[in-house]
């Protein structure tokens, strides 16, 4: 049997996490497999750096692609990300078993294109849960009304930790036993 399979992932820093499941997805199984990649622009390493995409056709890389590094104000540039990862989840033309994304935004549009039928499952990995994510007080509310959307529209919910379940409850009142599947 065949899978198609799109990861997307914030690839500023090596990425281990996504970048063992793209190995371990490509090494297992019948697979094309969409790779899509973008810079924390928070970060100094990834300011002069742009979005891409590898797409990996019965197992073996068919294309690959980057954006034009676009100078943006930082709420708009997350905000490019999802229109790179809708943008390059149509090119490929395929409909996907299964959507992992890693950081609360790129679930988003995961859950855009299951609404659209072209993802089956999306499955949100949560890699950390910090109390403070931005100085600016609505970019922090923000970024938590995005955190608690992506858990509960997503199929599964991966965290690295317990403990990220046990925050999400004490700071957004997120009952595991609701948000927990």
């Not at 056709?57 to 692609?65: A, E, F, I, M, Y």
Request: glycine share 4%; hydrophobic share 40%; charged share 20%.
């Amino acid at each position: 049997m065949k899978y198609n399979f799109c990861i997307v992932t914030y690839e500023t820093l090596p990425n281990p996490i996504t970048q063992n499941l793209k190995t371990y997805l490509l090494e297992n199984y019948n697979t094309d497999l969409l790779y899509i990649y973008h810079q924390q622009q928070k970060q100094e390493e990834g300011c002069q750096k742009s979005s891409g995409y590898y797409f990996f056709k019965d197992n073996k890389l068919n294309q690959s692609g980057h954006a034009s590094y676009l100078k943006l104000f930082l709420p708009l540039s997350y905000i490019k990300d999802i229109f790179y990862t809708l943008f390059w989840c149509l090119k490929v033309r395929r409909k996907f078993d299964v959507y992992f994304a890693c950081g609360n935004l790129n679930p988003v549009a995961g859950i855009i294109l299951k609404n659209f039928g072209i993802v089956r499952k999306v499955v949100y990995q949560s890699i950390d849960y910090y109390p403070k994510r931005f100085e600016n007080i609505f970019f922090n509310w923000l970024y938590f009304q995005l955190d608690k959307f992506c858990v509960k529209f997503a199929d599964e919910t991966w965290n690295a930790s317990s403990v990220i379940v046990q925050a999400r409850d004490k700071k957004m009142g997120m009952d595991p036993k609701v948000f927990i599947r």
